[in-house]
């Protein structure tokens, strides 16, 4: 909000002490202390006023607070932000109407009198004299100017902008040393174009262009004589002569300045007094400020770009110092945003999920082997009212996200398998897997202290009837629990934590990941972003890339800044990468992520589904997109069972079949038109083995198919077990295991 200018609505207090300053000045200007030869000041108690001489040589004059444009990787506007609306501009993109209007009501004297108008000074004094307060001040235009400095610098700081206003002789006095300086140095046009770029207007605009469009829709280059007038009226006082709020008042003091400027002979009379007689002819714009404006639903992407600039040492190397930066603004910054994908994710989460849902939805798509961020979107909007949010449910705490991230399930199983793959184990591994058994009794740590199962904690797959022995293969396709609790137990804690940290997976508030077996069922909350990008290494055969969402930016004078790099190296070998690839391309086929499945290109993912249903996951990826998609309640407090969701009514929430969809349609318009590369996959044999009297082969193992295991994703699409017999829903499974969500 502006702070109002002198002149407008004083105190009592406050008009005697300004005609105590004027008198003072005045006295102190005719008897020449106020010029450079001076020395010292003596005009009030000790330590109110310094030495004329003290008084640094030149003013500092910081450069102005502009607009912020955040744009797309095609260059499209995504939102405009700003701590002040500013544009600046040249003035010989002003209107001669308005250059005209603000001298004759601010400072008629303005291109005869030097930094200081001296008849101006006595003719405050006389007519203050008379009125007994105080009727005309004693400023020039260069003074104000050099006031409105003080101001800037000062920014939103309470402490300092009080003292850049404060009513004291010493103010005054360093105002006109600079102001003598200025004329000089930068002469009247200068002055007075700075001037015009500086000042406040009134609702929320800075300067004369940021005006023109906010109460005329119109560039400052094409106001009219009348508009002009109403805009260097408004000056003296933003809030007493705001149009939008008191028209009356804005129409009599857009008319005094059309009369001065017939007085000045800057208009005629006759002109004047047609003006007079118009209406203002407001045309407002409302301000657009904030990620809150951003199009297409990147209001989350938009405030991801603000925090990493607030962040990322790159920008500074303080807090204060990137603040200061963005504050400043009048940047041009270009993202990563792809536009396309940008719109297909909002697209498709629009569809499947709804913002008046009891859970949400969250999904963000990288590029493989770059690590921009093309996409990023969620089903509550950006924003302060009934169902929306500020929390970005896809990134971290400390890039303003949820607390702890989300509990992934089972999508954290090919973190698992990938290190087991790097310590040597065959991708052709088979385990007994039963339906349900004990965690190990002990797993080795990176400490070399084992973890040890004092609490007796058991795992269970999602349905009886799933039970081992399973292959790698078949154990990711259906999201064997069982397995995957005693693959950690041979593997150990330790190569699943460097096989985290190769991919960047943190928690969401930034810890890493505790040395407990559970993590392999996606115990412990990860952000959708951590999520798309481990991924992305997989897509990448190996090659993690940290994510960006910057490509470049353009401070004012076409000066380039640097921008965070995405930092790339070896997480896996490209063997562990094919074999995962090929795993969780099986998912896709013939697993628990059918009903995500891309049919025009090669793609894989992985289901989760955690305890009590509380999130449901999907993630996936082709060659050159990765993407996460995660539907939940952001307090955890939603079990999604017996759940209406985008309209759809779902009895149980499986990983595969609400966030599946949602992933597969933001991937199909994402990906539209764009080349199709395939994978390095390998050649996996499914080992020969009987269970129950019928061999492995098909889609599902056995013809009857039955439940899929840790997602609980319907592995024959919600066959029973025994065909031909119905039983009513929750009959079979569904138990919780220990140790957090799993599925």
């Known amino acids: 909000m502006g702070k109002k200018r002198s002149g407008g609505g004083l105190s009592p207090t406050q008009q005697a002490a300004k005609f105590l300053g004027v008198s003072v000045l005045a006295g102190a200007v005719l008897a020449g202390i106020a010029l450079p030869a001076a020395g010292a000041l003596g005009l009030a108690a000790k330590g109110s006023v310094e030495g004329f001489d003290e008084i640094p040589a030149n003013l500092k004059q910081p450069p102005l607070s502009q607009r912020t444009t955040i744009l797309d990787n095609k260059g499209g506007a995504i939102a405009t932000v700003y701590s002040r609306d500013r544009t600046v501009v040249p003035l010989k993109d002003i209107s001669p109407y308005m250059q005209k209007a603000l001298v004759a009501i601010e400072d008629s004297r303005f291109y005869e009198h030097g930094a200081i108008d001296l008849k101006g000074i006595l003719r405050a004094i006389n007519e203050n004299a008379q009125s007994g307060g105080v009727a005309q001040g004693a400023s020039t235009l260069t003074q104000q100017y050099v006031k409105n400095v003080f101001m800037e610098e000062a920014g939103d700081d309470p402490t300092k902008l009080a003292q850049a206003t404060q009513q004291t002789i010493g103010r005054k006095i360093r105002e006109l040393k600079y102001a003598i300086q200025l004329e000089d140095k930068l002469g009247k046009k200068r002055i007075l174009a700075n001037y015009l770029n500086i000042t406040y207007f009134g609702e929320q605009a800075y300067g004369v262009e940021a005006a023109s469009q906010r109460y005329f829709s119109k560039p400052a280059k094409d106001l009219t004589m009348e508009e002009s007038a109403m805009l260097a009226g408004i000056v003296q006082s933003p809030s007493r002569y705001d149009p939008v709020n008191d028209e009356a008042e804005a129409i009599k003091r857009r008319n005094v300045v059309l009369q001065r400027m017939a007085e000045t002979h800057d208009i005629s009379q006759d002109d004047a007094d047609r003006a007079k007689e118009k209406p203002l002819g407001l045309k407002i714009s409302k301000p657009q400020n904030g990620c809150i404006t951003a199009v297409k639903g990147a209001g989350f992407f938009c405030d991801y770009v603000r925090e990493v600039f607030l962040t990322d040492p790159v920008f500074g190397k303080t807090k204060e ?150 292959a790698l293969k078949e154990a990711m396709a259906k999201s064997i629990n069982t397995y995957f609790v005693q693959m950690i137990g041979d593997t150990g804690m330790c190569p699943v934590m460097d096989m985290a940290d190769k991919l960047g997976v943190v928690q ?77 391309s099986g998912v896709i086929d013939s697993g628990t992520g059918r009903e995500a499945g891309l049919t025009d290109r090669d793609n894989a993912g992985k289901t989760g589904t955690t305890d009590g249903r509380k999130n449901a996951w999907f993630v996936g990826y082709t060659p050159n997109l990765s993407g996460a998609v995660w539907v939940g309640s952001a307090l955890q407090n939603v079990e ?47 080992p020969d083995k009987e269970r129950d009297g019928c061999p492995d082969g098909g889609p599902d193992g056995c013809p009857d198919g039955g439940p899929d295991g840790g997602d609980g994703s319907p592995g024959s699409k919600g066959k029973s077990p025994w065909p031909g017999i119905t039983l009513p829903p929750g009959v079979i499974g569904g138990r919780n295991g220990h140790g957090g969500g799993h599925r």
């Open 321 to 470: 110092a990137r603040a200061k930066l963005w504050n400043r603004g009048g940047l041009r910054v270009q993202t990563t945003l792809d536009p396309q994908t940008q719109e297909s994710v909002q697209a498709s989460i629009k569809d499947h999920v709804y913002q008046t849902d009891k859970v949400a939805t969250a999904a963000t798509f990288v590029e493989p082997g770059t690590g921009k961020i093309l996409g990023m979107g969620q089903s509550k909007p950006y924003g302060f009212g009934k169902n929306e949010t500020q929390i970005n449910y896809s990134v971290d705490r400390k890039m303003s996200g949820s607390n702890f991230g989300f509990p992934t399930g089972s999508t954290f199983k090919p973190f698992l398998a990938a290190a087991a793959l790097e310590q040597g184990t065959p991708v052709t591994k088979s385990y007994p897997a039963p339906y349900r058994m004990p965690y190990p009794k002990s797993v080795q740590t990176c400490s070399g202290k084992p973890w040890v199962n004092s609490g007796g904690a058991t795992v269970e797959n999602e349905n009886e009837s799933e039970y081992g022995p399973y």
């Open 640 to 686: 999604m069972v017996n759940i209406p969701i985008g309209g759809v009514y779902q009895a149980k929430v499986f990983g595969g079949e609400v966030p599946g969809p949602i992933w597969r349609d933001a991937m199909v318009g994402a990906l539209s038109g764009k080349p199709s590369p395939g994978f390095n996959l390998i050649d996996i044999p499914d």
């Open 508 to 584: 969401g508030n930034g810890d890493k990941l505790p040395e407990v077996p559970a993590i392999a069922l996606g115990s412990k909350g990860i952000s959708p972003l951590t999520m798309a990008s481990a991924y992305a290494a997989f897509a990448n055969r190996g090659t993690y890339c940290t994510p960006i969402a910057i490509e470049s930016i353009t401070a004012p004078g076409d000066k380039s800044l640097p921008v965070p790099k995405s930092s790339c190296s070896r997480a896996m070998t490209t063997k562990t990468a094919d074999s995962i690839n090929t795993l969780l």
